[in-house]
């Protein structure tokens, strides 16, 4: 049995204007040691299903539809209590801005303890103290700088101590929403390489949240290409990386440069569809090149390209 199974997400924020349909149709499944990459540009829907699977989306977003079972555990509709206890002791998550996800006037270390005693209040301090000397070996902070206040870490240094905490109590799944923004590329390679060796040693699976398809190929066994809250491409790194299908997932891959200038840097023309009236047919009909009249008025299938490759695309019908 798969450790996460998502089937038929439907998410939808409430606004003045109307309700955003932020999450639509969104179905995957994420086995035990495996990770999956969600990419797509801003607004597409990534975060707010990672939100989502923590059980932490604002007051005026739900969901509305759809399963999210974990561990054979259904998530729906679960009582705040009942997900406190799933969340960081089994799910975590490493947020996008590491300064922001730690407090400022709280030591770093006394920021994991309490995320350890919170879960474990039977567990001593002592052992919650050597439990945080224990992860900061792990992702590489010296056991000294414990009792440093967050303004006293490098970028670098905040982001480890954001993975540590999210190691902290033990999780199978941990939710990585943009960690390596802000960070320059030396330092975004370190990261990214800290993670993919904490997988491998802990045998944990990880859903990989960016806008960059190239970071996401680096990390991800499987890739998720969403557009305006849907998915719209999903199978293998290798298949989605070598050979892209849906028009959507061949311009993201055109819009990043390569190291030896083979391919035209291009963009993507015009701007994401409405999401509290979104069109009828794909949502990527009106910036899509081969987009033809069928696009506008029907949403169309999932096509099965190999045994783990799935397209939603007119386009590649018959």
């Known amino acids: 049995m798969s450790l996460l199974e998502v089937k038929g997400l439907n998410i939808e924020y409430r ?12 179905s995957f499944t994420l086995d035990r040691g495996e990770s999956l990459g969600f990419v797509g540009e801003s607004g597409c829907g990534k975060t707010t299903i990672g939100m989502a699977l923590m059980g932490l989306l604002p007051p005026n977003g739900g969901i509305t539809s759809g399963s999210i079972l974990f561990d054979g555990m259904e998530l729906v509709n679960m009582s705040e209590e009942q997900i406190r206890e799933i969340r960081w002791k089994r799910i975590s998550m490493i947020f996008q801005s590491a300064m922001n996800a730690l407090n400022p006037v709280h030591r770093v270390g006394d920021q994991i303890i309490e995320a350890i005693l919170t879960h474990y209040p039977d567990m001593k301090k002592e052992e919650a103290i050597e439990r945080v000397k224990e992860l900061f070996r ?5 056991e000294s700088r414990i009792s440093d206040y967050p303004h006293q870490y490098s970028g670098g240094m905040r982001q480890r101590a954001i993975i540590a905490m999210a ?12 960690p390596t923004t802000a960070l320059d590329v030396i330092v975004q390679h370190q990261i990214l390489e800290e993670i993919k060796r904490l997988q491998k040693e802990l045998n944990l699976s990880i859903i990989f949240i960016s806008h960059d398809i190239s970071i996401v190929g680096d990390v991800c066994n499987k890739i998720a290409v969403m557009y305006a809250g849907q998915m719209v491409e999903y199978g293998t790194s290798q298949n989605v990386l070598l050979n892209p299908i849906h028009p959507y997932t061949r311009a993201l891959l055109s819009s990043f440069p390569t190291l030896d200038e083979s391919r035209k840097l291009e963009s993507i023309p015009g701007e994401t569809c409405n999401l509290i009236s979104p069109p009828q047919g794909c949502r990527f009909c009106d910036r899509c090149p081969l987009a033809e009249r069928a696009c506008k ?5 999932w096509l099965r390209i190999s045994p783990e490759h799935l397209v939603s695309c007119y386009q590649c019908e018959g």
Do not use: F, M, N, W
Request: glycine share 8%; hydrophobic share 35%; charged share 25%.
């Open 15 to 26: 606004t003045r204007k109307g309700r955003v349909k932020a999450v639509e149709g969104v």
């Open 138 to 142: 792990l992702v590489g902070i010296p």
């Open 167 to 178: 190691l902290s109590c033990y999780p199978s799944l941990i939710i990585a929403d943009e």
């Open 297 to 301: 008025h029907e949403r169309p299938q």
